[in-house]
């Protein structure tokens, strides 16, 4: 299976910062990565697909980029109902594996 | 509007059985591939079965042999036949619809908010 790398683990920050996440897979996956947010008791939400393609209805705030074997999650100004658990997963070949994941807790 | 809503979770003693739904609405759960994920206390996520739309399926090893998943195309509902459970199963369990783009291959789109198993005598 692909092992999938996320950084950091958690992180404090501040409404109105700018959050990057990092996600590197153990073999080149392509853009065959896909982003989650997932809240307490709720459903996981899909923010980003394909390394970098917004999933409808999804704020503009959120970002990806990347391919191979490194990828990135950008929340560009964080607002209150920003603050999560982010996985990445890689789609290339299954089973789909997920990151371990970055929780993203206010300073 | 698409959703879907897990149920059936609950305490199992170990080598017990449960079995899992998962109501659809808004797509039809046939035309559709279909995942179960799980998530254990403190850990990550973890594929742990896939019900193809052909009807072949995907088996996490550390399930193969002991869980089942199937449809029911007239209620539009998923299942997952979980026997010989072991305290390690003790997780929340999630349906989900896999989706396709040529970008990406088939990936989890819409998920329900899970259902907690725990396996403990």
């Known amino acids: 299976d692909i092992q999938m790398t996320q950084s950091p683990s958690s992180l404090s920050a501040s409404v109105g910062d700018r959050v990057t996440i990092t996600c590197r897979a153990s073999q080149s996956i392509s853009s065959s990565l896909n982003w989650y947010q997932h809240k307490l008791g709720k459903a996981p939400k899909l923010l980003i697909y394909?390394?970098?393609s917004l999933q409808n209805g999804v704020p503009s705030r959120f970002s990806g980029s990347g391919s191979g074997t490194h990828f990135t999650l950008t929340i560009s100004s964080l607002q209150p109902e920003d603050f999560a658990t982010y996985y990445c997963?890689?789609?290339?070949?299954?089973?789909?594996?997920f990151g371990h994941g970055t929780k993203v807790e206010i300073k | 509007e698409v959703q879907l809503v897990e149920s059936g979770g609950g305490l199992v003693q170990p080598g017990g059985s449960l079995r899992l739904s998962c109501a659809a609405s808004?797509?039809?759960?046939?035309?559709?591939?279909m995942s179960w994920v799980r998530q254990a206390p403190g850990k990550g996520l973890e594929c742990v079965s896939i019900?193809?739309?052909?009807?072949?399926?995907y088996y996490a090893d550390f399930v193969k042999g002991r869980f089942a998943v199937s449809r029911d195309n007239s209620k539009n509902m998923l299942y997952l036949q979980m026997n010989s459970l072991r305290a390690e199963d003790t997780a929340v369990y999630y349906c989900a619809r896999e989706s396709y783009h040529h970008s990406s291959g088939y990936y989890p789109d819409y998920w329900g908010q899970g259902t907690l198993v725990t396996v403990s005598s």
């Open positions: 808004g797509f039809t759960v046939s035309g559709n591939y």
């Open positions: 019900l193809y739309s052909a009807g072949t399926t």
């Open positions: 997963q890689q789609s290339y070949n299954t089973p789909g594996t």
């Open positions: 394909g390394a970098s």
